[in-house]
């Protein structure tokens, strides 16, 4: 019988607060065989992401105490350790080289200070040896590898000149590095959309069997789990309650618990034939009513013409402007009150852009934005922060987009101080329930972002963008940090406010099943250019653009009999986004197959 890689026996982790000890995880128990892929789910909360940093011995840096339990590890050469009596410089030996990480929020595990090459390169020299030009070419390499366009120019930047896409695809890219014997792959694919996450799927299936490498896979969305996993195991509140192969997890699952999770995750396809959005299915709950429709809708509140954003690229000494990145390049749209118009994407086709253009947190050079009476690009800086009560932003990563510093409670009520919307008493109850409309509960406004696991944070994002009464809300893949249960609670609330208040979204997402079934229309970005854009039915059901056909035929599928996964996976490098200086692309003509359904013309 093949020794295990890891075997994890009887593990407790606890944590110390304000409050006192809080048990995380509890007599947690399974092991992972050498190229072997184990994936463990279940709710944000239930210690999928605790389990996986007490492997690396990384929980002690967040708070974390291993109370119990033994975490076996058998090394290259042979030898095998318990990793929670370790001392730290075997664990230092082991941390990027023997044991490679995928960290859930790239924004926190790169360092904003240093180049993508520093970062890609340190692992290479500490534990490889390997400096200057051969490092230099590794790096190029494991770019390639994730499929990063133009891998030299990227080598020369930071984190926060990438987007969130990107920044992940880095960080797959750097737990790669060193050829791991075991990959911990906390929620890998959670940024990009799923072209690329077929793709970094399949590149980790094919390492995998190349290299005998073992894989512990935490994940929330359960398409990846089938596309992916050997073996199951499911977690609720901080212990296992089923393990086993993952064609009997997912065909004859034993657990009231597993079966519910299964039960909620949204199929494409699912919404054929049916005329408007629908409440998300919730774990382990009758499915809710849909909720009643806008009389309003039909009054357009934003509109979006022409836009064009680039941002500049400099070079030499005197840093002079040599080219320009075209991340929105004549981009047009409406939008209706109570509507959601959805865009999908690979990452780094100018979605997120395109969203912090209308907000005017990055300047557009050109086109224009009307949102109800605003023309907002014409705006100053006073009546810019008015416009902004009206329009909300949700952003990507809630860990880069919350105070480390500051109680959550503060960061909810910050916009309702900023504009004057309340005060005293009011303001504490007013904070309070906007906890409440986001499943948290009150007295989690005593607590720190770093005390909240990443789902819960995305919702602490959610309420604050809620908090002013916003007529438009742009969620930049507010859900994708969600399990499948919180994020038909989110959608959910998002609907119910949609169909109450009339309230609008631009909704970001690579999560095609979700966007099929929160969405009026959809529109497909590509390079900086909507390439489609139609209704739900049109978009889903007859794709006309190949591009948009080649989005659907990634999606992956929430059955274990329908794999994948191919031998050759190929990456393809994306066109350059980078022109020079005076390029003036071509205008954006369009097609109408039918009404309301338009295509770009192809060359």
Not at 7 to 28: Q, R
Not at 398 to 427: C, H, I, K, M, T
Request: proline share 7%.
């Amino acid at each position: 019988m093949t020794q295990a890689l890891v075997a994890i026996e009887g593990l407790k982790v606890a944590f110390s607060t304000d409050h006192g000890p809080v048990t995380a995880v509890e007599d947690v128990s399974f092991s992972i065989a050498p190229g072997e892929t184990v994936c463990v789910v279940g709710e944000s909360g239930s210690g999928k992401s605790v389990t996986s940093l007490s492997l690396m011995r990384l929980v002690e840096f967040g708070g974390g105490r291993i109370v119990d339990g033994r975490l076996r590890f058998r090394r290259g050469d042979g030898s095998a350790i318990d990793v929670t009596t370790a001392d730290a410089a075997t664990m230092r030996s082991l941390r990027g080289n023997e044991i490679g990480m995928i960290f859930q929020e790239p924004m926190t595990s790169l360092n904003p200070v240093f180049t993508i090459e520093r970062q890609l390169t340190d692992g290479l020299r500490v534990h490889r040896g390997l400096r200057g030009a051969p490092a230099r070419a590794r790096a190029l390499e494991l770019l390639r590898e994730v499929r990063i366009p133009e891998p030299e120019r990227r080598l020369k930047q930071y984190p926060h000149e990438l987007s969130g896409g990107m920044r992940q695809r880095v960080v797959i890219a750097m737990a790669m590095a060193c050829a791991p014997r075991l990959l911990i792959a906390d929620e890998p694919t959670t940024a990009l959309d799923v072209t690329i996450q077929a793709e970094i799927l399949g590149l980790i299936d094919r390492l995998k069997r190349d290299n005998g490498m073992a894989v512990l896979f935490i994940t929330h969305d359960m398409a990846v789990v089938a596309q992916m996993a050997d073996r199951v195991v499911v977690m609720y509140r901080g212990r296992v309650v089923e393990e086993g192969p993952v064609a009997e997890i997912f065909e004859r699952p034993r657990e009231d618990y597993t079966k519910a999770l299964l039960a909620a995750v949204p199929r494409l396809g699912a919404m054929r034939g049916k005329p408007a959005p629908e409440p998300m299915p919730l774990l382990g709950a009758e499915a809710e009513a849909a909720p009643p429709r806008m009389t309003e809708r039909g009054r357009r509140l934003l509109e979006v013409s022409h836009l064009v954003t680039r941002f500049p690229v400099k070079s030499g000494p005197l840093r002079l402007t040599r080219a320009h990145v075209h991340a929105v390049e004549d981009v047009s749209f409406g939008l209706d009150v109570g509507e959601t118009l959805a865009l999908v994407g690979e990452s780094g086709c100018g979605k997120s852009t395109t969203g912090r253009s209308i907000l005017r947190l990055v300047e557009p050079q050109s086109g224009t934005i009307g949102l109800d009476g605003w023309d907002i690009r014409s705006l100053g800086p006073v009546d810019l922060r008015r416009a902004r009560r009206d329009m909300q932003m949700v952003f990507q990563d809630p860990f880069a987009s919350l105070n480390p510093y500051r109680r959550l409670r503060d960061q909810v009520a910050e916009p309702l101080v900023n504009f004057g919307l309340a005060r005293g008493s009011a303001l504490d109850d007013r904070v309070a329930e906007l906890f409440r409309r986001v499943e948290l509960p009150a007295d989690f406004g005593s607590r720190y972002p770093h005390e909240l696991s990443g789902g819960q944070r995305q919702r602490v994002a959610i309420a604050r963008a809620l908090a002013t009464d916003p007529k438009l809300i742009i969620a930049d893949e507010a859900v994708s940090a969600l399990d499948v249960s919180v994020r038909a609670q989110i959608l959910n609330l998002m609907m119910r406010l949609q169909a109450e208040f009339g309230l609008s979204f631009l909704f970001i997402s690579h999560d095609m099943a979700v966007v099929e079934r929160v969405s009026h229309r959809i529109g497909v970005m590509y390079l900086g250019r909507i390439v489609e854009i139609g209704t739900r039915a049109q978009i889903f059901e007859d794709p006309r653009h190949p591009y948009t056909r080649a989005l659907l035929a990634a999606v992956p599928i929430a059955d274990p009999r329908q794999r994948r996964l191919h031998d050759d996976t190929v990456f393809r490098p994306l066109p350059s986004p980078v022109h020079p200086v005076g390029h003036v692309p071509a205008p954006s003509t369009y097609d109408e197959v039918e009404p309301g359904h338009l295509v770009l013309a192809l060359d």
